[in-house]
């Protein structure tokens, strides 16, 4: 059976949010975000991002779903896409982590490069935790020590990672990746090996600890 139902039913403007509804009390439109927030989504789509994807992700909802309210408030389709500026602005502003790390070897004389997200088409967005400096990929790691100030490092998976790049709050580790230990090892810094031989987790690396010349000579 058809439902002619649907058909018949007039659209009108909802009161509070003035988008056309078939029923403004509806749970689907009620709780849906522009119902909530018409303002901030009107802001969104028409000021400071530069498209719907961007909009959808800042709202926590489908980019289909913006493409649908813009079409009905009269926002055109086919806004300008990002600038690699831009991206690297917003890759940057997202990860602090990263950000830290881009000034910091800046400050050492290196020339950091943003690396874009693989398979993405062009204009894509860049990696959070991996970054080109010179000849190296560097994978970048917050490290958190687990008791005193020792710290537990594993042996990064990424075999195309030419160093790691480990947070620490006293600086930045500097590994090359081919001295890591086939699984974890961990380290003190600023101590002396005091054991050697089988007890592989009490490595001391501190000759790593902002050994920025590393990344100069590769
Ligand atoms: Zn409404």
């Known amino acids: 059976m058809p439902r002619p139902y649907h058909r018949r039913k007039q659209r009108y403007s909802c ?90 070897a800046e400050k050492h004389g290196l020339r950091p490069e943003l690396v874009r997200a693989k398979r993405k088409r062009k204009g894509g967005p860049y990696l959070r935790r991996e970054i080109q400096i010179g000849k190296s990929r560097c994978g970048i790691k917050k490290l958190f020590h687990t008791y005193r100030d020792l710290y537990y ?3 990064p998976s990424q075999r195309h990672w030419d160093f790691v790049l480990g947070k620490l709050p006293s600086g930045w580790m500097v ?20 054991t050697s031989g089988a007890r592989s987790h009490r ?16």
């Open 15 to 104: 009161p509070q949010c003035g988008l056309l509804v078939l029923n403004h009390l509806s749970p689907s439109h009620a709780k849906g975000v522009y119902h909530r927030y018409p303002k901030k989504v009107r802001t969104l789509l028409a000021t400071d991002c530069p498209n719907f994807a961007e909009v959808a992700r800042r709202l926590g909802v489908t980019r289909q779903y913006v493409s649908q309210i813009a079409a009905q408030i009269g926002i055109p389709k086919g806004r300008k896409t990002w600038t690699p500026e831009q991206r690297k602005a917003q890759a940057l502003e997202r990860n602090p982590l990263l950000a830290e790390l881009v000034q910091e």
């Open 153 to 155: 490092l594993s042996r």
């Open 175 to 194: 590994i090359p990746r081919k001295k890591f230990p086939k699984r974890s090892t961990g380290f003190i810094v600023g101590r002396e090996k005091r």
């Open 203 to 218: 490595h001391d690396w501190p000759h790593y600890l902002n050994a920025w010349d590393l990344l100069h000579d590769s």
